[in-house]
């Protein structure tokens, strides 16, 4: 089945720590999203990439990294720089071409800094 | 990028038909308008898009001003099931066509 799958669903990460967050998708999309949730808020746009070896920072972008290697996938390196990592993350992916497509969410992964 | 503006919250009750509301006052000749809605500690799910004309699906309609400045998003018959943060975006074209972002949403409350 097709579909974009986050991982882990809990992380637990210690202050001053660097954590990789994972996003695949095997729907062929060309871009792929990442948002920061916080509880009772909206989501939030950390970084989106629409091509390969190519990605645009978001509205808060700081203290996160991306890399887009393959279409498929689009890791977040949650880095010590973000000084309120605990959030719950999602990623999504779309075809950033068809303004009618309709974009696809994972379950999303929740961050604790203990 | 074209913004839009939803009320925080409203509520239904069960069976009852729910309309919300989106204004989207800067909306360009192309931008599409999407509803999505999110479910308690899960990713939201696409619901239904439109451009000028309105829209129905199984989930919902989505009916469009006529000068699309706003949309409106109507459950016929809500159900508990339908207890979620309900978000309006807009879809552009231009420069920012990949970009796809999310305001706060409204979240709606289904009481038996």
């Known amino acids: 089945d097709g579909g974009i799958t986050q991982s882990p669903k809990y992380l637990f990460r210690k202050e001053g720590q660097n954590v990789t967050l994972s996003c695949e998708q095997n729907?062929?999309?060309?871009?792929m999203y990442w948002y920061r949730q916080d509880p009772g808020q909206g989501l939030r746009l950390i970084y989106y990439?629409?091509?390969?070896?190519?990605?645009q920072k978001g509205d808060i972008a700081e203290g996160y990294s991306v890399s887009r290697e393959k279409k498929e996938s689009f890791p977040l390196t949650v880095t010590s720089a973000q000084k309120n990592p605990t959030a719950f993350y999602l990623c999504?992916?779309?075809?950033?071409?068809?303004?009618?497509?309709?974009?696809?969410f994972g379950q999303g992964t929740r961050l604790t800094v203990v | 990028d074209a913004k839009t503006t939803q009320p925080n919250s409203m509520e239904s009750n069960e069976e009852e038909p729910v309309h919300l509301p989106c204004n989207h006052s800067?909306?360009?000749?192309?931008?599409?308008i999407h509803w999505y809605r999110q479910l308690p500690s899960q990713g939201p799910e696409y619901v239904i898009h439109?451009?000028?004309s309105n829209v129905n699906n199984r989930m919902a309609s989505l009916a469009i001003a006529e000068d699309r400045k706003s949309s409106t998003l109507i459950l016929h018959r809500a159900t508990l099931r339908d207890a979620a943060v309900y978000y309006c975006i807009l879809r552009s074209g231009g420069t920012s066509y990949g970009k796809l972002t999310f305001g706060q949403g409204t979240i709606l409350t289904v009481h038996p």
């Open positions: 800067t909306i360009s000749g192309t931008d599409y």
């Open positions: 990439s629409q091509i390969v070896n190519d990605f």
């Open positions: 439109g451009l000028t």
């Open positions: 999504a992916s779309t075809n950033s071409r068809d303004r009618r497509a309709e974009a696809f």
């Open positions: 729907l062929n999309h060309d871009a």
